[in-house]
């Protein structure tokens, strides 16, 4: 017994984030948020393909992101964009991965660019002859975070009402393979962001997985 | 230009401890800049309401040392200091386990040293510069936190 770490005082906890939810709500999604106002701020951004969009989000999560740019800086937390994601498949790579060592978590975000409520959010359609998997599908066949339990999708509404866009897209996410509390958590936003639902799933292996929603407004 | 300047410091490092700083000393000055980055890149997962103290000298006797303290945020102790707990102190603490393990071996091997009391722990290592750079403070403190979390089991 560590005589040391058994004398520091609880209230309740002696780490910050005691939990994955936590870590998730307090730490990831807190700073997806907070980097949205830079984000926006850029210029032509509106204009960029979604793996731009994202790399300025990447840009800005490692350098200007007060929330967490210090644990990437520290190697406390690790991000990997797409061109570092190790996946099954080189086609199908995540476009976002955080990795908490001391949690033993993975967290994988999914980006879109989107104009109008586009059924390629939830699931794949076919191109040229063959099935391509899209969007929600990709965690819940298991492409993305087959060990993990929790993931996000994070959205650039480059034009449309984004509001209009929110809601229906809940809609049609909550009819795609839904588990028992599915419908409770539609009604649930993420850190408190107005563009913003959850849902969760059952993926083919049966497990459950819980996914966040997050939306930027850059129209 | 933000990544240049990110890549710069290791680069920077490198250079000092392989050129510019080759077999130098450790500073007071070196001990204070490793604390203070050990103390920030700690304080990542440690709980908002606690906060980390540290005292730090240059050992006439036995390399270096830094010596941490977790305290309530709002108490009186200072966040990094020079320490002022003699040589004895901090030998009788590496004697409780060093010297066990050197009766074993018939040797008193010198190496990087953690040491956990009741009230802190030390951290002991040579007097040399290249073992306590920024990049090493950033090293020590991952490990320290992984420690950490193992001896409190805090993560549900």
Known sequence: MNLFYQNIPRHPFVVKFPDTQTLIERLYLAAILDAYTRIRAISGIVGLMENKIRNEVVRDFKFNNPIIKEYFQSKTIYLASENQANTASLEQRTDLEIHSGHHQHNFVIECKNLTHAENRYVQGRIKNGEYRHDGLEKFVDLTYAETDDEGAMLSFIVNGTPTLIVSTLNQKVQAFKPSSDCANLSLQKCVEWDLSFQSSHICTNGKVFRLYHLFYDLT | ?156
Not at chain 2, 120 to 144: G, M
């Open chain 2, 1 to 156: 230009m933000d990544l240049w300047i990110l890549k710069k410091k290791p680069f920077r490092e490198f250079y000092d401890i392989h050129v510019h700083r080759k077999d130098a000393q450790v500073t007071e000055r070196d001990l204070e800049a490793y604390a203070q980055k050990f103390k920030s890149v700690f304080e990542l997962m440690l709980a908002e309401h606690l906060t980390l103290c540290c005292e730090y000298k240059v050992s006439r006797q036995f390399g270096a040392f830094v010596c941490f303290r977790i305290v309530e945020k709002g108490s009186k102790v200072a966040a990094i200091k020079r320490s002022s707990i003699e040589d004895s102190t901090v030998f009788h603490a590496i004697k409780q386990t060093q010297l066990e393990d050197a009766y074993g071996s018939n040797r008193l091997n010198e190496l990087p040293t953690r040491i956990y009391t009741s009230e802190c722990f030390y951290l002991i290592k040579s007097h040399f510069f290249k073992d306590w750079t920024v990049r090493q403070a950033i090293a020590d403190a991952n490990e320290e936190v992984k420690t950490m979390i193992q001896e409190t089991q805090a993560l549900a």
